[in-house]
């Protein structure tokens, strides 16, 4: 398979204050009737992974206006997560909350049973971290269940390759699939990127991207509070096998909006890193990542991000054309604020076009249409670009870990998994990371472990 063409606040900090693997099996390809194509219908939602995240997804999927949502069943591994979710949307959403005590499951079965209390044609919300995606898509796609998935999708070669084969299985059921890259649904990165394919910064050369913040991803050793498994789900951004790292989770939006720019994914990418001032910190992240990805036809990308404190800041994407430049995103992901300039200057002097202001909310947007598809019946499957974005992200990742040039051929069929057990989960299995001897987690040794991560 080679590279293919693409076609208000964040979810994280929306709940700030509230609060498993084997071979995909066959699924039959049978045809799910439109249950829910008439606004009459109300149309029953689960959420599993009851952060913030997960919080944030079911406010903007209760928050729909073209018919009747209500939010039936709940299911994560943490019981204060719950208890903090429900707090929350109980208050903002009591008249569309049908969610008793017998419905709120806590456990790694716990997305079986909240799928179980949805009909054919309903939606389920996925926002566990991202290891635990596939089997639970799996399941949902045999129940005939409409899925929304929070970004990234996959880890690995492996887990892409099997979320890509599930995506068409889903397709085949004329199920809907959301993937929460929400900058897709972005009105005003949707006309910029218009006015880019028009020519109207000339032809495009450079993008370049960064997510340059204070701190995030740096996780300290377990104090024996919870066992080493559920210690490593909560600060699942520290460990690969849970979240493909901090950087899948920072930079995935940003490679994704400038490769959407391109409409095209990079076939290469060479990258670095380092860790700095760890002091007791074992995650397994570097705090730099510096990415090179090239294209096909030579134009590059570079990709910046820094979670270290006290250094500069920037949060920004841009795109260089031969005639002009654009921003595609400012300071965070929403609002985008995108506009143009007539050369390389970026925010100096006027720009010669800008996207008007107040924006409409894409994480707001992207469940508006889903909703919509799942009404109307119209074809809605974001699981391949959602699969290919995660892909891009952590061939960036690779590279930076190997020390060497990795290709988007080889990321997507390379054969180290993370996790191959996450579907066999329960409270009393094994960490799949174990502590060294030197008391922190196996860490990234470019040049050296060259094949693999870890």
């Given at each position: 398979?080679?590279?293919?063409?693409?076609?208000?606040?964040?979810?994280?900090?929306?709940?700030?204050?509230?609060?498993?693997?084997?071979?995909?099996?066959?699924?039959?390809?049978?045809?799910?009737?439109?249950v829910?194509?008439?606004?009459?219908?109300?149309?029953?939602?689960?959420?599993?992974?009851?952060?913030?995240?997960?919080?944030?997804?079911?406010?903007?999927?209760?928050?729909?206006?073209?018919?009747?949502?209500?939010?039936?069943?709940?299911?994560?591994?943490?019981?204060?997560?719950?208890?903090?979710?429900?707090?929350?949307?109980?208050?903002?959403?009591?008249?569309?909350?049908?969610?008793?005590?017998?419905?709120?499951?806590?456990g790694?079965?716990?997305?079986?049973?909240?799928?179980?209390?949805?009909?054919?044609g309903?939606?389920?919300?996925?926002?566990?971290?991202?290891?635990?995606?596939?089997?639970?898509?799996?399941?949902a796609?045999?129940?005939?269940?409409?899925?929304?998935?929070?970004?990234?999708?996959?880890?690995d070669?492996?887990?892409?390759?099997?979320?890509?084969?599930?995506?068409?299985?889903?397709?085949?059921?004329?199920?809907?699939?959301?993937?929460?890259?929400?900058?897709?649904?972005?009105?005003?990165?949707?006309?910029?990127?218009?006015?880019?394919?028009?020519?109207?910064?000339?032809?495009?050369?450079?993008?370049?991207?960064?997510?340059?913040?204070?701190g995030?991803g740096?996780?300290?050793?377990?104090?024996?509070?919870?066992?080493?498994?559920?210690?490593?789900?909560?600060?699942?951004?520290?460990?690969?096998?849970?979240?493909?790292?901090?950087?899948?989770?920072?930079?995935?939006?940003?490679?994704?909006?400038?490769c959407?720019?391109?409409?095209?994914?990079?076939?290469?990418?060479?990258a670095?890193?380092?860790?700095?001032?760890?002091?007791?910190?074992?995650?397994?992240?570097?705090?730099?990542?510096?990415?090179?990805?090239?294209?096909?036809?030579?134009?590059?990308?570079?990709?910046?991000?820094?979670?270290?404190?006290?250094?500069?800041?920037?949060?920004?994407?841009?795109?260089?054309?031969?005639?002009?430049?654009?921003?595609?995103?400012?300071?965070?992901?929403?609002?985008?604020?995108?506009?143009?300039?007539?050369?390389?200057?970026?925010?100096?002097?006027?720009?010669?076009?800008?996207?008007?202001?107040?924006?409409?909310?894409?994480?707001?947007?992207?469940?508006?249409?889903?909703?919509?598809?799942?009404?109307?019946?119209?074809?809605?499957?974001?699981?391949?670009?959602?699969?290919?974005?995660?892909?891009?992200?952590?061939?960036g990742?690779?590279a930076a870990?190997?020390?060497?040039?990795?290709?988007?051929?080889?990321?997507?069929?390379?054969?180290?998994?993370?996790?191959?057990?996450?579907?066999?989960?329960?409270?009393?299995?094994?960490?799949?990371?174990?502590?060294?001897a030197?008391?922190?987690?196996p860490?990234?040794?470019?040049?050296?472990?060259?094949?693999?991560?870890?």
């Amino acid at each position: 398979m080679t590279p293919s063409n693409a076609q208000g606040s964040s979810r994280r900090s929306f709940m700030k204050q509230a609060g498993a693997v084997s071979a995909a099996s066959a699924l039959a390809g049978v045809y799910v009737p439109p249950v829910h194509a008439g606004e009459q219908n109300t149309i029953k939602v689960a959420l599993v992974g009851c952060g913030g995240r997960g919080t944030g997804a079911a406010a903007n999927a209760l928050s729909v206006e073209n018919g009747p949502i209500k939010l039936v069943a709940m299911a994560d591994v943490f019981q204060d997560k719950m208890d903090g979710s429900v707090t929350y949307l109980e208050e903002k959403f009591s008249s569309q909350m049908d969610v008793p005590e017998e419905r709120r499951f806590i456990g790694f079965d716990g997305y079986r049973e909240a799928i179980d209390c949805l009909d054919p044609g309903d939606v389920v919300i996925f926002t566990t971290p991202p290891a635990f995606r596939w089997p639970m898509f799996q399941y949902a796609i045999e129940k005939g269940i409409n899925t929304f998935m929070e970004k990234p999708v996959t880890v690995d070669g492996p887990t892409t390759r099997r979320m890509i084969e599930l995506g068409e299985r889903a397709k085949e059921k004329n199920l809907k699939v959301g993937v929460g890259l929400m900058c897709r649904h972005c009105d005003a990165r949707k006309e910029l990127h218009q006015r880019i394919k028009d020519g109207e910064i000339g032809d495009l050369h450079t993008l370049r991207s960064y997510r340059q913040v204070g701190g995030g991803g740096l996780i300290g050793p377990n104090d024996g509070d919870m066992s080493e498994l559920l210690y490593q789900i909560r600060n699942f951004h520290g460990f690969m096998w849970a979240s493909g790292g901090v950087i899948m989770d920072y930079m995935i939006h940003n490679i994704d909006e400038s490769c959407w720019m391109k409409d095209a994914w990079p076939v290469t990418a060479q990258a670095q890193g380092a860790r700095l001032y760890r002091g007791d910190k074992v995650d397994q992240n570097f705090d730099n990542y510096s990415i090179e990805y090239t294209f096909d036809d030579g134009t590059k990308l570079f990709v910046y991000t820094r979670n270290v404190p006290r250094c500069h800041q920037e949060f920004a994407s841009y795109a260089h054309g031969t005639k002009g430049s654009a921003v595609i995103s400012t300071s965070s992901h929403t609002p985008a604020k995108c506009r143009i300039y007539p050369d390389q200057r970026i925010d100096q002097g006027e720009p010669t076009w800008a996207f008007p202001q107040p924006e409409p909310n894409p994480y707001q947007l992207e469940w508006d249409h889903l909703i919509s598809a799942i009404r109307n019946d119209e074809p809605w499957n974001e699981v391949r670009r959602g699969a290919e974005a995660s892909l891009v992200t952590a061939m960036g990742r690779m590279a930076a870990h190997t020390g060497r040039v990795v290709t988007f051929d080889e990321m997507l069929n390379h054969e180290h998994e993370f996790a191959p057990e996450v579907d066999s989960f329960t409270m009393d299995s094994p960490a799949p990371l174990q502590l060294l001897a030197s008391g922190i987690y196996p860490q990234p040794e470019p040049g050296r472990l060259r094949d693999r991560e870890f």
